[in-house]
Nanobody, 129 residues
Framework: QVQLVESGGGLVQIGGSLRLSCAAL????????MGWFRQAPGKEREFVAA????????YYADSVKGRFTVSRDNAKNMVYLQMNSLKPEDTAVYYC??????????????????????WGQGTQVTVSS
């Protein structure tokens, strides 16, 4: 099991950058694949990015490709989401999630919120003009 705590959210202007952090409290962090999701008011939670246990492969929603980068540092029990060229439609609460085991190709399975077992409390990102 693992406890997740997000931080780094805030208010940023269009075109700006922000880096979100997710701290994992547990002794088996490297055993978990990690994902980032977001939820805007009145909308369903949507996939943003995911990263394998060793950080060797990353996956992104089409809406953030080329702008967002997910990374992890297993020695520090940290996962990051670097967000550049932010747009108003990026405004949402961002969540960090963890999964230890899953079936199928992670490129597919890792994009589904129901696959993940543990979730952080979320951090608000607001992009304004």
């Amino acid at each position: 099991q693992v406890q997740l705590v997000e931080s780094g959210g805030g208010l940023v202007q269009i075109g700006g950058s922000l880096r979100l952090s997710c701290a994992a409290l547990g002794r088996t962090f490297s055993s978990y694949a990690m994902g980032w999701f977001r939820q805007a008011p009145g909308k369903e939670r949507e996939f943003v990015a995911a990263i394998r246990r060793n950080g060797g492969s990353t996956y992104y929603a089409d809406s953030v490709k080329g702008r967002f980068t997910v990374s992890r540092d297993n020695a520090k029990n940290m996962v990051y989401l670097q967000m550049n060229s932010l747009k108003p439609e990026d405004t949402a609460v961002y969540y960090c999630a963890a999964v230890r085991t899953f079936s199928g190709n992670f490129d597919v399975s890792g994009r589904r919120d129901y696959v993940y077992d543990y979730w952080g409390q979320g951090t608000q990102v607001t992009v304004s003009s």
